[in-house]
Protein backbone atom coordinates (compact mmCIF):
# COMPACT_ATOMS: atom_id res chain seq x y z
CA UNK A 1 0.00 0.00 0.00
CA UNK A 2 1.10 3.63 -0.60
CA UNK A 3 2.32 5.90 2.11
CA UNK A 4 1.41 8.94 1.37
CA UNK A 5 4.12 11.83 2.94
CA UNK A 6 4.03 15.25 3.66
CA UNK A 7 7.71 16.70 2.87
CA UNK A 8 8.89 19.57 4.58
CA UNK A 9 9.65 21.29 0.62
CA UNK A 10 6.78 19.83 -1.81
CA UNK A 11 4.14 17.31 -2.21
CA UNK A 12 4.62 15.56 -5.30
CA UNK A 13 1.83 13.31 -6.78
CA UNK A 14 1.84 11.50 -9.95
CA UNK A 15 -0.68 10.14 -11.98
CA UNK A 16 -1.52 9.07 -15.50
CA UNK A 17 -5.01 10.65 -16.99
CA UNK A 18 -6.81 9.75 -19.48
CA UNK A 19 -10.48 10.09 -20.98
CA UNK A 20 -13.46 7.86 -21.47
CA UNK A 21 -12.78 5.70 -24.58
CA UNK A 22 -9.43 6.71 -25.10
CA UNK A 23 -6.63 4.65 -24.92
CA UNK A 24 -3.97 7.36 -24.52
CA UNK A 25 -2.60 8.61 -20.77
CA UNK A 26 -0.78 11.60 -19.63
CA UNK A 27 1.28 12.06 -16.65
CA UNK A 28 0.14 14.63 -14.16
CA UNK A 29 1.99 15.99 -11.52
CA UNK A 30 0.60 18.02 -8.40
CA UNK A 31 2.99 19.94 -6.16
CA UNK A 32 2.07 21.73 -3.62
CA UNK A 33 4.52 23.83 -0.98
CA UNK A 34 4.38 22.48 2.48
CA UNK A 35 5.43 24.35 5.46
CA UNK A 36 6.43 23.23 9.29
CA UNK A 37 2.68 24.42 9.76
CA UNK A 38 1.27 22.13 7.38
CA UNK A 39 2.67 19.33 8.91
CA UNK A 40 0.70 20.00 12.06
CA UNK A 41 -2.35 21.18 10.37
CA UNK A 42 -2.89 19.11 7.35
CA UNK A 43 -3.66 22.63 5.22
CA UNK A 44 -1.29 23.69 2.45
CA UNK A 45 -0.11 26.81 2.44
CA UNK A 46 -1.18 28.45 -1.01
CA UNK A 47 -0.61 29.51 -4.28
CA UNK A 48 -1.12 25.71 -4.92
CA UNK A 49 0.31 24.24 -8.45
CA UNK A 50 -1.35 21.38 -10.00
CA UNK A 51 -0.36 19.58 -13.36
CA UNK A 52 -3.50 18.27 -14.46
CA UNK A 53 -4.60 17.05 -17.45
CA UNK A 54 -4.93 20.68 -18.82
CA UNK A 55 -1.64 21.81 -17.75
CA UNK A 56 -0.38 23.66 -15.44
CA UNK A 57 -2.97 25.17 -12.70
CA UNK A 58 -2.63 27.80 -10.35
CA UNK A 59 -4.49 28.03 -7.29
CA UNK A 60 -3.78 31.41 -5.75
CA UNK A 61 -5.61 30.76 -2.45
CA UNK A 62 -7.98 28.08 -0.29
CA UNK A 63 -11.19 28.32 -2.89
CA UNK A 64 -14.40 28.92 -0.76
CA UNK A 65 -16.45 28.82 -3.87
CA UNK A 66 -16.12 26.00 -6.33
CA UNK A 67 -18.53 24.94 -9.02
CA UNK A 68 -17.95 20.96 -10.08
CA UNK A 69 -19.20 19.89 -13.87
CA UNK A 70 -19.11 16.27 -12.86
CA UNK A 71 -20.23 13.95 -10.83
CA UNK A 72 -17.36 11.98 -9.53
CA UNK A 73 -15.13 15.63 -8.72
CA UNK A 74 -18.78 16.23 -6.28
CA UNK A 75 -18.47 13.21 -5.33
CA UNK A 76 -15.11 13.26 -3.83
CA UNK A 77 -14.94 16.91 -2.89
CA UNK A 78 -17.58 16.16 -0.52
CA UNK A 79 -15.68 12.81 0.56
CA UNK A 80 -12.38 15.02 1.69
CA UNK A 81 -14.38 17.66 3.41
CA UNK A 82 -14.61 20.23 0.81
CA UNK A 83 -18.74 20.14 0.33
CA UNK A 84 -19.19 23.65 2.05
CA UNK A 85 -16.56 24.96 -0.33
CA UNK A 86 -19.11 23.76 -3.17
CA UNK A 87 -21.46 26.53 -4.54
CA UNK A 88 -23.16 24.64 -7.67
CA UNK A 89 -22.87 21.02 -9.23
CA UNK A 90 -24.18 20.03 -12.38
CA UNK A 91 -27.89 18.78 -12.99
CA UNK A 92 -25.85 14.86 -12.75
CA UNK A 93 -24.38 15.33 -9.43
CA UNK A 94 -26.83 13.72 -7.70
CA UNK A 95 -24.82 12.12 -4.80
CA UNK A 96 -24.58 13.07 -1.60
CA UNK A 97 -27.83 13.78 -1.05
CA UNK A 98 -26.61 17.46 -0.11
CA UNK A 99 -24.72 18.88 -2.83
CA UNK A 100 -25.97 22.24 -4.53
CA UNK A 101 -27.48 20.26 -7.43
CA UNK A 102 -28.31 23.20 -10.27
CA UNK A 103 -29.41 22.84 -14.02
CA UNK A 104 -25.55 23.69 -15.04
CA UNK A 105 -24.35 21.22 -17.89
CA UNK A 106 -21.32 18.85 -17.86
CA UNK A 107 -21.71 18.10 -21.38
CA UNK A 108 -22.72 21.67 -22.90
CA UNK A 109 -21.13 23.67 -20.21
CA UNK A 110 -21.73 27.32 -20.52
CA UNK A 111 -18.84 29.54 -19.03
CA UNK A 112 -21.16 32.74 -19.10
CA UNK A 113 -23.77 30.49 -16.66
CA UNK A 114 -20.70 29.06 -14.21
CA UNK A 115 -18.72 32.64 -14.49
CA UNK A 116 -22.11 34.19 -13.24
CA UNK A 117 -21.04 32.60 -9.85
CA UNK A 118 -18.18 34.28 -9.50
CA UNK A 119 -16.07 30.43 -8.68
CA UNK A 120 -12.63 30.53 -7.52
CA UNK A 121 -12.37 26.81 -8.40
CA UNK A 122 -13.86 25.07 -11.26
CA UNK A 123 -13.77 21.09 -12.11
CA UNK A 124 -14.51 19.31 -14.68
CA UNK A 125 -14.26 15.67 -16.54
CA UNK A 126 -14.86 16.89 -20.20
CA UNK A 127 -13.35 19.44 -21.53
CA UNK A 128 -16.29 20.63 -23.70
CA UNK A 129 -17.09 23.53 -25.29
CA UNK A 130 -13.36 24.82 -24.74
CA UNK A 131 -14.65 25.34 -21.13
CA UNK A 132 -11.37 24.99 -19.95
CA UNK A 133 -9.60 27.81 -21.78
CA UNK A 134 -12.50 30.41 -21.62
CA UNK A 135 -12.47 29.71 -17.37
CA UNK A 136 -9.27 30.43 -17.68
CA UNK A 137 -9.19 33.40 -19.91
CA UNK A 138 -11.23 35.38 -17.86
CA UNK A 139 -8.77 34.19 -14.64
CA UNK A 140 -11.23 31.77 -13.29
CA UNK A 141 -9.08 28.72 -12.27
CA UNK A 142 -9.98 25.05 -13.71
CA UNK A 143 -9.08 21.48 -13.03
CA UNK A 144 -9.44 18.79 -15.87
CA UNK A 145 -9.95 15.22 -14.21
CA UNK A 146 -10.61 12.78 -16.84
CA UNK A 147 -12.20 9.86 -16.38
CA UNK A 148 -9.77 7.44 -14.70
CA UNK A 149 -8.19 4.60 -16.57
CA UNK A 150 -6.88 3.03 -14.01
CA UNK A 151 -6.85 3.00 -9.99
CA UNK A 152 -4.19 5.41 -9.35
CA UNK A 153 -5.91 8.14 -11.37
CA UNK A 154 -8.48 8.14 -8.73
CA UNK A 155 -5.98 8.14 -6.59
CA UNK A 156 -4.19 11.40 -7.53
CA UNK A 157 -7.22 13.20 -8.61
CA UNK A 158 -8.62 12.80 -4.62
CA UNK A 159 -4.94 14.04 -3.44
CA UNK A 160 -5.04 16.81 -6.29
CA UNK A 161 -8.30 17.88 -5.35
CA UNK A 162 -7.32 17.42 -1.26
CA UNK A 163 -4.38 19.78 -2.18
CA UNK A 164 -6.39 22.31 -4.25
CA UNK A 165 -8.97 22.77 -1.61
CA UNK A 166 -6.79 22.89 1.32
CA UNK A 167 -8.26 19.05 2.74
CA UNK A 168 -4.97 17.34 2.22
CA UNK A 169 -5.36 15.10 5.21
CA UNK A 170 -8.95 14.10 4.34
CA UNK A 171 -8.01 13.32 0.98
CA UNK A 172 -5.13 11.11 2.32
CA UNK A 173 -7.33 9.66 4.75
CA UNK A 174 -10.01 8.79 2.17
CA UNK A 175 -7.36 7.60 -0.45
CA UNK A 176 -5.91 4.93 3.17
CA UNK A 177 -9.46 4.30 3.79
CA UNK A 178 -10.47 3.22 0.21
CA UNK A 179 -7.04 0.89 -0.31
CA UNK A 180 -7.80 -0.55 3.13
CA UNK A 181 -11.26 -1.61 1.87
CA UNK A 182 -10.51 -2.71 -1.64
CA UNK A 183 -7.55 -4.91 -0.30
CA UNK A 184 -10.01 -6.50 2.52
CA UNK A 185 -12.54 -7.00 -0.44
CA UNK A 186 -10.25 -9.08 -2.36
CA UNK A 187 -8.71 -11.01 0.54
CA UNK A 188 -12.04 -12.26 0.97
CA UNK A 189 -12.74 -13.86 -2.47
CA UNK A 190 -12.82 -17.60 -2.30
CA UNK A 191 -10.39 -19.69 -4.16
CA UNK A 192 -11.66 -21.32 -7.20
CA UNK A 193 -10.72 -24.01 -8.87
CA UNK A 194 -11.28 -21.89 -12.19
CA UNK A 195 -11.42 -18.14 -13.08
CA UNK A 196 -15.13 -16.78 -12.70
CA UNK A 197 -16.66 -15.39 -16.06
CA UNK A 198 -18.60 -12.14 -16.78
CA UNK A 199 -20.48 -9.80 -19.09
CA UNK A 200 -20.49 -6.19 -17.79
CA UNK A 201 -23.50 -4.41 -19.55
CA UNK A 202 -23.54 -0.65 -20.66
CA UNK A 203 -26.77 -0.32 -22.44
CA UNK A 204 -29.87 -2.67 -23.58
CA UNK A 205 -27.62 -2.39 -27.24
CA UNK A 206 -24.69 -4.68 -25.53
CA UNK A 207 -21.89 -2.61 -25.58
CA UNK A 208 -20.06 -3.45 -22.61
CA UNK A 209 -16.04 -2.92 -21.15
CA UNK A 210 -13.00 -4.68 -22.03
CA UNK A 211 -10.33 -5.52 -19.28
CA UNK A 212 -7.93 -2.74 -20.12
CA UNK A 213 -10.52 0.19 -19.01
CA UNK A 214 -11.19 1.53 -15.61
CA UNK A 215 -14.07 -0.80 -15.03
CA UNK A 216 -12.71 -4.11 -16.01
CA UNK A 217 -9.63 -3.30 -13.96
CA UNK A 218 -12.05 -3.46 -10.95
CA UNK A 219 -13.27 -6.77 -12.20
CA UNK A 220 -9.88 -7.87 -12.52
CA UNK A 221 -8.56 -6.94 -9.03
CA UNK A 222 -10.80 -10.21 -7.92
CA UNK A 223 -9.59 -12.46 -10.56
CA UNK A 224 -13.36 -12.70 -12.96
CA UNK A 225 -11.89 -12.95 -16.72
CA UNK A 226 -14.39 -10.90 -19.08
CA UNK A 227 -15.90 -12.45 -22.11
CA UNK A 228 -15.62 -8.90 -23.74
CA UNK A 229 -11.64 -9.34 -24.25
CA UNK A 230 -12.10 -12.21 -27.41
CA UNK A 231 -15.23 -10.03 -28.75
CA UNK A 232 -14.75 -7.80 -32.29
CA UNK A 233 -14.08 -4.37 -31.69
CA UNK A 234 -12.14 -5.07 -28.36
CA UNK A 235 -9.49 -3.35 -29.28
CA UNK A 236 -11.82 -0.02 -28.61
CA UNK A 237 -12.14 -1.03 -24.93
CA UNK A 238 -16.18 -0.59 -25.48
CA UNK A 239 -16.94 -2.93 -27.90
CA UNK A 240 -20.69 -4.17 -29.15
CA UNK A 241 -21.43 -7.80 -28.37
CA UNK A 242 -24.23 -9.34 -29.96
CA UNK A 243 -26.63 -11.69 -28.16
CA UNK A 244 -25.02 -14.70 -30.27
CA UNK A 245 -21.74 -13.90 -28.90
CA UNK A 246 -23.06 -13.67 -25.10
CA UNK A 247 -24.84 -16.56 -25.29
CA UNK A 248 -22.42 -18.73 -26.68
CA UNK A 249 -19.42 -17.42 -24.05
CA UNK A 250 -22.36 -18.15 -21.71
CA UNK A 251 -20.78 -15.82 -18.82
CA UNK A 252 -20.76 -17.38 -15.45
CA UNK A 253 -21.95 -13.93 -13.88
CA UNK A 254 -24.39 -11.09 -15.79
CA UNK A 255 -24.01 -7.05 -14.25
CA UNK A 256 -26.28 -5.09 -15.32
CA UNK A 257 -25.31 -1.49 -15.63
CA UNK A 258 -28.05 0.00 -17.36
CA UNK A 259 -30.94 -0.68 -14.73
CA UNK A 260 -31.65 3.39 -14.34
CA UNK A 261 -30.71 4.61 -17.93
CA UNK A 262 -32.59 1.44 -19.67
CA UNK A 263 -34.79 -0.34 -17.12
CA UNK A 264 -33.19 -3.58 -17.46
CA UNK A 265 -33.34 -6.27 -14.32
CA UNK A 266 -32.61 -9.56 -13.94
CA UNK A 267 -35.90 -10.54 -15.34
CA UNK A 268 -35.35 -8.53 -18.61
CA UNK A 269 -32.43 -10.12 -18.78
CA UNK A 270 -34.00 -13.74 -18.63
CA UNK A 271 -37.16 -12.90 -21.31
CA UNK A 272 -34.33 -11.98 -23.84
CA UNK A 273 -34.69 -15.14 -26.67
CA UNK A 274 -32.19 -17.83 -25.96
CA UNK A 275 -31.18 -16.14 -22.78
CA UNK A 276 -32.96 -18.62 -20.19
CA UNK A 277 -30.70 -21.16 -20.50
CA UNK A 278 -27.41 -19.11 -19.71
CA UNK A 279 -25.27 -19.97 -16.50
CA UNK A 280 -25.91 -16.34 -15.09
CA UNK A 281 -29.54 -16.45 -15.37
CA UNK A 282 -30.42 -20.21 -14.26
CA UNK A 283 -28.31 -19.89 -11.62
CA UNK A 284 -29.79 -16.42 -10.13
CA UNK A 285 -26.21 -14.18 -10.84
CA UNK A 286 -27.02 -11.11 -12.71
CA UNK A 287 -26.64 -8.97 -10.91
CA UNK A 288 -28.68 -4.93 -11.13
CA UNK A 289 -25.93 -2.49 -10.12
CA UNK A 290 -26.56 1.48 -9.66
CA UNK A 291 -25.50 2.93 -12.43
CA UNK A 292 -24.07 6.07 -11.00
CA UNK A 293 -21.77 4.28 -8.96
CA UNK A 294 -20.95 1.63 -11.71
CA UNK A 295 -19.65 4.73 -13.82
CA UNK A 296 -17.90 7.21 -11.59
CA UNK A 297 -14.55 6.35 -10.55
CA UNK A 298 -14.61 8.05 -7.10
CA UNK A 299 -14.97 6.60 -3.29
CA UNK A 300 -18.23 4.54 -4.24
CA UNK A 301 -15.78 2.44 -6.92
CA UNK A 302 -15.66 0.20 -2.92
CA UNK A 303 -19.80 0.18 -3.11
CA UNK A 304 -18.84 -1.41 -6.94
CA UNK A 305 -16.23 -3.48 -5.72
CA UNK A 306 -18.49 -4.84 -2.71
CA UNK A 307 -21.00 -5.79 -5.03
CA UNK A 308 -18.90 -7.76 -7.91
CA UNK A 309 -17.33 -9.53 -4.43
CA UNK A 310 -20.78 -10.18 -2.92
CA UNK A 311 -21.95 -11.74 -5.76
CA UNK A 312 -19.57 -14.10 -6.21
CA UNK A 313 -19.44 -15.13 -2.73
CA UNK A 314 -23.53 -15.86 -3.26
CA UNK A 315 -23.18 -17.89 -6.45
CA UNK A 316 -20.14 -20.07 -4.80
CA UNK A 317 -22.32 -20.51 -1.92
CA UNK A 318 -25.51 -21.80 -4.08
CA UNK A 319 -22.87 -24.37 -5.13
CA UNK A 320 -22.69 -25.49 -8.99
Known amino acids: MRRIALFSALLVVLAACGTTGDTTSSTAVATTMVTDETATTGSPDFPVILDAANGEVVVEVRPEKIVSLAPTATEILFAIGAGDQVIAVDEFSNFPEEAPTTDLSGYEPNVEAVAALDPDLVVVSDDLNDIVSSLTAIEIPAIHHPAAVTLEDTYTQIEQLGAATGNIDDAASLVVSMQSEIDRLVTSMPELEEPLTYYHELDGSLFSVTSETFIGEIYSLVGLENIADEAEGAETLYPQLSA ?77
Open 244 to 320: EYIVDADPDLIFLADTKCCGESPETVAARPGWEELTAVSRGSVVALDDDIASRWGPRLVDLLETIVGAVLDMESVGP
